[in-house]
């Protein structure tokens, strides 16, 4: 079984940054990677940036040199800093994790409003 706490959603104006967490729990399963995506109204869910247990990284090109991606592999939780939101950053971030085996879980999501 998999838990996932995602945290640190909310409302900022442009300009302004926020830190998103995501904590997974439980036994019976090896992370291989951990990652956030988003989706916003009307929209496709879209990758925003992923990190592998080795540590390479991969951004999508709207969030290069504003966001990072960071892991404490230890406790298996993953970071998304933002900086310099834009009003298009505006959506609902949803980690995921994926496994060795393959298989991929998904948190609930967390509202992020980014006010022009």
């Known amino acids: 079984q998999v838990q996932l706490v995602e945290s640190g959603g909310g409302l900022v104006q442009a300009g302004g940054s926020l830190r998103l967490s995501c904590a997974a729990s439980?036994?019976?399963?090896?992370?291989?990677?951990m990652g956030w995506y988003r989706q916003a109204p009307g929209k496709q869910r879209e990758s925003v940036a992923r990190?592998?247990?080795?540590?390479?990284?991969n951004y999508a090109d709207s969030v290069k040199g504003r966001f990072t991606i960071s892991r404490d592999g230890a406790k298996n939780t993953v970071f998304l800093q933002m900086n310099s939101l834009k009003h298009e950053d505006t959506a609902v971030y949803y980690c995921?994790?994926?496994?060795?085996?393959?298989?991929?879980?998904w948190g609930l999501g967390t509202q992020v409003t980014v006010s022009s």
């Open positions: 995921r994790l994926r496994f060795y085996s393959g298989g991929v879980y």
């Open positions: 439980g036994s019976g399963f090896v992370i291989n990677a």
């Open positions: 990190i592998t247990t080795g540590g390479t990284t």
